[in-house]
Nanobody, 125 residues
Framework: QVQLVESGGGLVQAGGSLRLSCAASGRTFSTSDMGWFRQPTGKEREFVARVRWSGPLTSYADSVKGRFTISRDNAKNTVYLQLNSLKPEDTAIYYC??????????????????WGQGTQVTVSS
């Protein structure tokens, strides 16, 4: 069992930055792909970024490419999402997710097994 706890959300002005953290419990963190998703109010959950367990291989949604950076620290069992140049359309609940051990994950939410409770990011114009 893996538990994920996000933190770092908040209210920021357009153009500002935030750093989200996701602390994971359990021994499988270092061998699990980790992803960030977001869900704006009234909309479906969407992929934001992913980092593979097997190396610093990352993927990003086109809407955040060049502005957001995902990283992981296996020694701390933590995955981060640096959000720069924020826009009002980035406003959403941001969720951390973990794939199964050793498994490959893509951008599909249904490939992730464990989910955090979410952290709210609000960007004002």
């Amino acid at each position: 069992q893996v538990q994920l706890v996000e933190s770092g959300g908040g209210l920021v002005q357009a153009g500002g930055s935030l750093r989200l953290s996701c602390a994971a419990s359990g021994r499988t963190f270092s061998t699990s792909d980790m992803g960030w998703f977001r869900q704006p109010t009234g909309k479906e959950r969407e992929f934001v970024a992913r980092v593979r367990w097997s190396g610093p291989l990352t993927s990003y949604a086109d809407s955040v490419k060049g502005r957001f950076t995902i990283s992981r620290d296996n020694a701390k069992n933590t995955v981060y999402l640096q959000l720069n140049s924020l826009k009002p359309e980035d406003t959403a609940i941001y969720y951390c997710a973990a794939g199964s051990r050793w498994a490959y994950t893509s951008t599909r939410a249904d490939e992730y097994v464990y989910w955090g409770q979410g952290t709210q990011v609000t960007v004002s114009s």
